[in-house]
């Protein structure tokens, strides 16, 4: 009660949160001498060892709990951390010290992490976490916000206060390096929608942030089959590392990527002639090491069902804000619906709650076909949250700034009419039978029990469900 009621006060701006500088209790050894260069080759090895052992071969997870039982992190860590309190980076070359901090920024983010009691759900959930943690380098203190804004972004404003790191008289001034917004490719804040976790050695950096920027841009580019662009919020909020405008941004994200698909849409998007938004996946990156452990959750549904809305936005919403990490979800929009083949081609459906309900399924249908699932399921909210949810993907789309064309023109279309079939053949699949919706499947099984338990209390049912690592919003 006492921290959520101090990090009220932090938030209000009425209590300044410590800096929990993370090697200050390690002694500074007297008997070690090492240069530089040596360090920041060490570095790059102490990453390189992390990544291989630690980090899944995507470069997107950590396996957080198993690092923290390795004597990697309670021995060499601990090494680590004394190494750093002796040596000055400010007499690095200049491709040593982007080499150094780059990898430094993402071993201080993990170690931050385990530093707490728990893991968190994500690092933004952590009042002030980027200035909040740091590590002593030689002379200097430095805690993320200063690494990153500070030194590899040449002290440029941070993008959400515009505030800078170090003030003229700042001895850390020093430290800083030329803008490069190639280190966007490279530094990775412990959420989903980072970029891939990787090691970088000072022989060969260019060409390796080279390749990592051109892995990101593709990587933040999705749903390119529509009207409408979903682009990583990293091109958003530092537009100006990237380009002098929004615009020019997506000029330089077409350039960027090699898939022709996107490179075609970033252009229209540069153009004014595509609509697109920006999306963030803060789920923390973490996974057990052994297995995904993500429980499977697949939710038969339709538009107009009562029981439906009321388990939606009362329960799988909140649920999913809190543990969209360890939950793998998917809809199946149909419920009790029936589909007539056409001679003509084509179906002709029958609904529950009559065709408008019919409608308000095959826009769902189009949404699931389009979308990630993390913006299907902020969509389904909108719309279960609306007076009349089969007629609101309109207004959907604009608040999620989306283009609503492509959706209506595929909930009226041969295509959208295949895709509801298509849901309508899994549903009919269920063993047993369906017979109430929302049906709610949770790793290939469900019975009335079950379903009792996710119309009542689903967060609790995924938490104990759930095999993986102790997660924060189940404690």
Partial sequence: MLGKFLSFLAWAGLYRIPLMVLNDQ?????????????????????????????????????????LEQSPFYTKDFEDFRTLLKIVDPSKMSDQERKSFFINLYNI??????????????????????????AYQVGPYTLHLDDIEHGILRGNRPHPTTSSIMFERNDPRLRLTLEPDHRIHSALNCGAMSCPRLNF???????????????????????????????????FEWFTSDFAPTEKLTMKFLSECVD???????????????????FHYDWALNAFSG??????????YLQSLCSDTVRFFTSQLYPTWQDLQDIIDLEFVPYGKARATPLESGGYKFVCQHGQEECYGNLVMSCVQNSLPI????DFFNCMFSQRNPAQAGSKCSDDLGLD?????????????????????????????????????????HYDDYQLRLSLLAFKNQICNMYQGP??????
Wanted: proline share 4%; with cysteine; net charge neutral.
């Fill in 26 to 66: 390690n002694p500074t050894p007297t008997n070690l001498t090492v240069t530089p260069t040596q360090v920041a080759d060490v570095t790059a090895s102490f990453m390189e060892v992390l990544v291989d052992s630690f980090v899944s071969t995507d470069g997107k997870k950590v396996s957080y709990l198993a």
């Fill in 108 to 133: 201080l983010t993990i170690d931050a992490l385990l530093s707490m009691r728990s893991l968190p759900r994500s690092t933004i959930s952590v009042t002030k976490f980027w200035s909040r943690y």
């Fill in 200 to 234: 970088y050695k000072v022989e060969g950096l260019s060409n390796n942030l080279d390749n990592s920027m051109k892995d990101f841009c593709t990587e933040a580019v999705s749903n390119v089959g529509g009207s409408s662009l979903i682009i990583n919020s990293i």
């Fill in 259 to 277: 898939d022709a698909n996107k490179k075609k849409a970033l252009a229209e998007a540069a153009d004014g002639r595509r609509r697109y938004t």
């Fill in 290 to 299: 052994v297995s995904e452990d993500r429980v499977k959750v697949t939710v």
């Fill in 374 to 377: 993390s913006t299907q399921v």
């Fill in 404 to 444: 609503w064309t492509p959706f209506e023109e595929c909930a009226k279309s041969d295509q959208g009419a295949e895709l509801l079939y298509q849901n309508g053949l899994r549903t009919a699949a269920l063993k047993p039978r369906l017979h109430f919706i929302p049906t709610i499947v949770i790793d290939g």
């Fill in 470 to 475: 102790p997660h924060q919003s189940c404690l």
